[in-house]
């Protein structure tokens, strides 16, 4: 590690669990002081433990607007300012097919945990930056918010309405020299596949159950893991990316770069050349030899 975020302080949401568990460890790793914010409170103290004195522990539902905004004044208490949020609380919330879309309890939930508790970490947090000349926005959407297909269809609603977001306030907020991004991860291995499952109990460790699929799931033959998009959020608060605001940072291992198939399975696109025209071999640079005279 390089003390990259040496006296930085940051908030980091859904920091109990998964990414944002990562993203304290790392930061505080890095030289951060660390509020650790989630609704799981046992979790979320046992990580503050864990760090020691560069991390403390605030129980906060970023569903309800006062406890974010106390979610900053605790932050100020503990380390004095707040250089950094990573709005990173998350959940699969509302599913199934369009037509059987709960619009009820379910959806408001949804929308406030993935899109308002977003808004309101930022609401709150660009004053402090603003009166201290400066800071990083980071925001966790999804490569779910970049195309169809990845998540449940309100998931996928919010997490673009996150992307766009980012950008829409780092253009207000550039001025005040404070960075608004966003992060894109593919698939990484955490307890938010397990769904209700987890929250049945039991002893299953979901994020490594999932591993073997996501492996699978892109080009980099191996699944996302926490620490892929806690190295991507240290780079976004640190200096290093001074000149970077308005950005969607992709995380996701090869996913969302083009049309591909793991090779176990039904081949497309170029992949699919050989299988169609019963060639053990294809290559497009052939077309353009035969075709010409050499
Ligand atoms: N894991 C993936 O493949 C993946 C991919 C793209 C985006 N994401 C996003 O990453 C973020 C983190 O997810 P994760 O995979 O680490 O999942 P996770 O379940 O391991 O962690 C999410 C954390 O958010 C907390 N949380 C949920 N609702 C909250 C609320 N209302 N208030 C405060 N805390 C709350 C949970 O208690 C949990 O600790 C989410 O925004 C998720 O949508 C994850």
Redesign the pocket.
């Known amino acids: 590690m390089t003390d990259r975020l040496k006296d930085k302080v940051a908030i980091i ?10 993203t304290a460890t790392r930061f505080v790793q890095e030289g951060a002081k660390v509020l650790i ?4 409170a046992d ?2 103290q046992a990580l503050a433990q864990e760090l020691g004195d560069g991390a403390r522990f605030a129980a ?5 607007e006062d ?1 974010v905004k106390s979610m900053i004044d605790a932050a100020i208490e503990c380390f004095g300012s707040v250089d950094c949020i990573f ?6 919330g509302v599913g199934g097919d369009i037509d059987a879309t709960d619009l009820g309890e379910p959806y408001s ?1 949804t929308v ?3 899109l308002t ?1 977003v808004i309101a970490g930022i609401k709150y947090a660009a004053p402090v930056m603003k009166a201290a000349g400066g800071g990083s926005i980071i ?6 918010g970049l195309r169809g297909g ?2 449940p269809h309100v ?1 996928s609603a919010l ?1 673009a309405a996150v992307i766009n977001l980012s950008k829409s306030v780092a253009l207000e907020l550039g001025p005040f020299n404070i960075r608004v991004n966003a ?12 769904g209700n499952l ?1 929250r049945e109990g039991g002893n299953v460790d979901y ?1 490594e159950v999932v591993k073997p699929v ?1 492996a699978m799931t892109q080009p980099i033959p191996r699944a ?1 893991v ?1 620490e892929d ?1 806690a190295a991507a959020a240290c780079f976004l608060a640190s200096d290093d990316a001074s000149f970077i605001s308005g950005h969607a940072l992709v995380v996701d291992g090869g996913l969302t770069a083009g049309a591909w198939t793991h090779p176990e399975f039904a081949p497309t696109g170029m992949n699919a050349m050989p299988e169609l025209f019963g060639v053990e071999s294809y290559d497009t640079l052939d077309m353009v030899v035969h075709g010409r005279e050499r």
């Open positions: 949401t859904g920091a109990a669990s998964g990414i944002g568990h990562a914010a989630d609704i799981q979790k979320g906060v539902d970023v569903c309800i406890e709005n990173n609380a998350g959940f699969g939930r406030d945990g993935l508790g925001s966790t959407a999804s490569v779910a990845y998540g998931y997490k992060i894109c991860p593919g698939g990484i291995a955490t307890p938010i596949f397990a987890a994020a996501l996302g926490p998009i």
